[in-house]
């Protein structure tokens, strides 16, 4: 009964508006939806509030749907969205925020309509007397004003997805429910800055690149649904519907055919219906949808980071936009007197209307190579290959096929068809059928191999095109084909150093030794082989590799930079010829020797106290053990940190939230009372003969605002499995570009290339505060190198070396970075 009062107490706003939107399809007859006279009662529009001076309709007709699917879907959203809002902000703001965006979003719509008008505008004059029923203005308005008390993980991808959605809709389907929608939409994000002005909601943050990924494929997904917009849409009003319009499958029954060609087989009307005919059955109905499922696969695969499904995204936009500019710009239309849309244009809004179809796609595209950074994971060459070989083999076979079997059935086409006329209607058969209503009529297929050759050609190649790339994202990454999967093996039963699994993640080539026994994980920037880490495997191959793979470095013209080396690796570099120099220190914890006792220990034990009075609790775990909505937490507290720094996310050494879906890497997680992560420690295994020996300190988060000491809390109770377990050591790692006891770097340039990376990027990333803290556990120091050829190369290795850290730096830092070398 308390839980009752609560959902009550929490929910009832959207309880009471559940109740009178059900209400309003009783007294409006269900399903069937309003009469025409409660339509005019309680819809709003241009002509209603200005003509009619039905003031209240703005908000009446938030409260009534026209039926059909569109009231069961506003009965759902609003038990979701208004239900989430109102937990979030409270039912007082909520109320306000429903009448506030509804009112505000068809008002400042129907100014906007009225301006339109009143210059002369086509749009706003052919739809004077239309009348809107959308309860989804002041539901998408209450859901955008609640994204201010949301995290800002899921505040920027609501705001995103939300008006995205409301701006293709717009584009696509044109009617004035969808400006007030977007109306709506802006009212609540300004009324969401206006309850929270000091949350900073209104400031868009440095996204991580796993967040980057999802808000691109998003956009991807809905841009791409757009066309399936305007099919649904009736009538079909907005800029973009003759690119939508390019998908249809609008067809007349045969019936209608010979009615309108009866009397006179050129009428316009007899000629159009004959070109719609010919697109009839279900090939042309795949031709249709296919171009928009490659964009749905596309997105799919940006969601996985995968850079060949943004190329996908970018190459199917870009053909949308060339097909939409030939068909649209540079093939004279005739403008159909059944569309009132194109008859009504006037001689700049028909250009401005084509120029936007065709200029909407290249701006999508634009966006996506723009981002392109954030998908580092590289599909195999060779899969890409044999994909591209594969549909231009495709490509060829079904063009023959149409050509010569067309011919061998030239007697089922009226008129009868020569070689050169199939040759020259061959394109059409790949473009989606609505491009073939705007080209002339030369022949129509009327036997049973000639439509099978007519329709299925362009519905099979976009069916391999689709099936493809739905294959290519499916299987394994670049990586996996370059030999991760060989490298793990002998990273587990040959072994390796702490900081080897470093070698695992994304971005890394492999080099196997002559006798398959050692491997080195590197990556080539600007003509530098910078190794991850040290050569791995079997300890006395490792050691002979470093001279194996300099050779083979400068067989291939690369300068070899062995970073994050240990000093049996750092020896054998000098003996080579190489210059070793300490760029840091590696902290070294024994669990067998763990016991926080004594005046030193004093900070781990507090941490440890105050964590365990205050609920919190340690888990180890999996990435892939976690629930859902813990995966969702630790994603967001992720993405917090991210947006508070300068710079962007780096890499290389320093893991994200997607090295931790690796399933062998562990998580130590810390769970207060409520079930909310409130920090998170990802530890790398290091092996031995195929048992795991040690841990490795990577990723670690905390709640903004959340309990003090989480750290060392989580850092103490991992030491306690680790001694359990009897792992040998645990490692919390090297923090990058820092010097404590163990690194006391000369004056060299290679000294003056660490201080001033380390410098530009202490106060974003605090390095050296990070090795203080590692500090307070009481570590065994031992140092960390980097081996290198020749000093002339310094400039060189160093701009690498910034770039493998942080890949986006821009040409004027790298000049400023090369001159400080010299100082």
């Known amino acids: 009964m308390p839980l009752v009062k609560l959902t009550l107490r929490r ?98 719509g129907i100014t906007i309509q009225a301006c339109g008008a009143l210059v002369g505008e086509t749009w706003s004059r052919q739809v004077i007397g239309f009348i809107s029923l959308d309860p989804v203005t002041a539901i998408v308005g209450v859901a955008m004003t609640a994204t201010a008390f949301a995290g800002r993980l899921w505040r920027r991808r609501v705001r995103v997805i939300l008006l995205s959605t409301t701006l293709v809709f717009l584009l696509y ?75 249809g499958n609008a067809r007349p029954s045969a019936r209608v055919v010979l009615d309108r060609c009866i009397d006179l087989v050129t009428a316009p009307n007899c000629l159009r219906s004959i070109n719609l005919d010919r697109i009839n059955g279900v090939g042309p109905v795949l031709l249709t949808l296919l171009p928009l499922v490659a964009l749905l696969v596309a997105a799919f695969a940006m969601l996985r980071g995968r850079r060949f499904g943004a190329w996908l995204a970018i190459v199917v936009n870009l053909a949308m936009s060339g097909l939409a500019a030939l068909f649209y710009g540079f093939i004279p239309l005739v403008p159909d007197p059944t569309e009132a849309r194109v008859s009504l244009l006037t001689r700049w809004e028909l250009p401005l209307d084509l120029t936007i179809c ?55 086409f009226r008129p009868q068809v020569r070689p050169v006329n199939l040759l020259l209607d061959l394109p059409d058969r790949f473009a989606p059928v609505g491009f073939l209503k705007v080209e002339p009529l030369t022949f129509r297929p009327v036997g049973l191999l000639a439509v099978i050759v007519s329709d299925w050609i362009g519905p099979v190649f976009w069916v391999a095109i689709v099936l493809g790339a739905l294959v290519i994202t499916i299987r394994p990454s670049q990586q996996a084909f370059s030999g991760r999967a060989k490298a793990l093996a002998l990273l587990k039963s040959g072994g390796g150093g702490s900081l080897s699994y470093w070698g695992m993640w994304e971005g890394n080539h492999y080099w196997f030794s002559a006798d398959g026994r050692a491997v080195v994980a590197y990556r080539v920037v600007n003509g530098v082989a910078v190794t991850t880490s040290q050569p791995f495997g079997f300890q006395d191959s490792a050691l002979a590799a470093t001279a194996e793979f300099a050779r083979f470095c400068d067989d291939n013209g690369w300068i070899p930079f062995y970073y994050g080396i240990q000093p049996e690796f750092a020896a054998a570099c000098v003996e080579m010829g190489l210059t070793a120099v300490v760029i840091g220190d590696e902290t070294l914890v024994h669990p067998a020797d763990w016991n ?94 195929g048992n795991i020996v040690g841990w490795t300190l990577d990723f670690m988060r905390r709640v903004p605002g959340g309990p003090n000491g989480v750290m060392e809390f989580l850092i103490a109770r991992a030491a306690e499995r680790f001694r359990d377990d009897g792992v040998e050591f645990l490692s919390l790692s090297t923090a990058p570009l820092t010097r404590g006891s163990g690194a006391d770097l000369e004056s060299t340039s290679i000294a003056r290339l660490l201080r001033y990376i380390g410098t530009r990027l202490e106060p974003v990333y605090g390095f050296q505060s990070l090795f203080n803290f590692k500090r307070k556990f009481q570590p065994e120091f031992r140092p960390v190198y980097m081996a290198y050829p020749d000093s002339l190369a310094l400039p060189t290795i160093g701009v690498a070396l910034a770039r493998t850290y942080v890949p986006s730096m821009s040409p004027r830092e790298t000049v400023r970075f090369i001159r400080s070398l010299g100082r």
Not at 200 to 210: E, F, I, L, P, T
Not at 365 to 388: E, G, K, Q, W
């Open 173 to 247: 389907s044109g009617q004035p429910a969808d400006l007030y929608r977007l109306c709506g939409a802006l009212a609540g994000l300004g009324l969401g800055y206006a309850f929270r002005p000091s949350d900073g909601s209104a400031v868009w943050h440095r996204s991580s690149h796993h967040e980057s990924r999802v808000l691109l494929a998003a956009v991807i997904a809905i841009t791409g649904l757009g066309p399936a917009v305007t099919l649904l849409s009736t009538p079909r009003l907005g800029p973009l519907a003759p690119l939508g319009l390019l998908f």
């Open 11 to 108: 929910s009832a706003f959207t309880i009471a508006l559940t109740a009178a939107l059900i209400g309003g399809a009783v007294l409006t007859h269900g399903l069937r939806g309003p009469t025409a006279e409660q339509r005019l009662q309680l819809g709003t529009g241009l002509g209603q509030v200005v003509v009619r001076g039905r003031w209240w309709t703005p908000l009446s007709s938030v409260f009534v749907t026209p039926g059909g699917f569109e009231l069961l879907f506003v009965i759902v959203a609003a038990a979701t969205l208004v239900g989430v809002s109102e937990r979030l902000m409270g039912s007082v703001r909520t109320v306000l925020a429903f009448v506030v965006t509804a009112s505000l979003g068809a008002m400042v």
């Open 596 to 689: 926080p006792t004594g005046k030193r220990w004093q900070d781990i034990r507090s941490s440890i106290n105050r964590a365990e009075r205050e609920g919190v609790r340690a888990v180890w775990t999996r990435f892939s053990e976690l629930t859902p909505r813990h995966v969702s937490q630790i994603e967001e507290i992720s993405e917090l940190w991210v947006t508070e720094k300068e710079l962007p996310e780096m890499g290389f050494t320093l893991g994200g939230i997607d090295e931790l879906r690796d399933d062998e890497v562990g998580l130590m997680i810390a769970i207060d009372s409520s079930e909310r992560i409130v920090g998170i420690t990802s530890w790398l295994p290091s092996f031995s003969e």
């Open 358 to 412: 065709t200029a909407f796609p290249i701006v999508i595209a634009i966006v996506v190579f723009a981002n392109m950074r954030h998908f580092a994971t590289r599909s195999s060459p060779r899969a890409v290959r044999l994909y591209l070989l594969g549909l231009v083999a495709t490509l060829i076979v079904l063009s023959a096929m149409y050509v010569s079997l067309g011919w061998i059935a030239r007697g089922e």
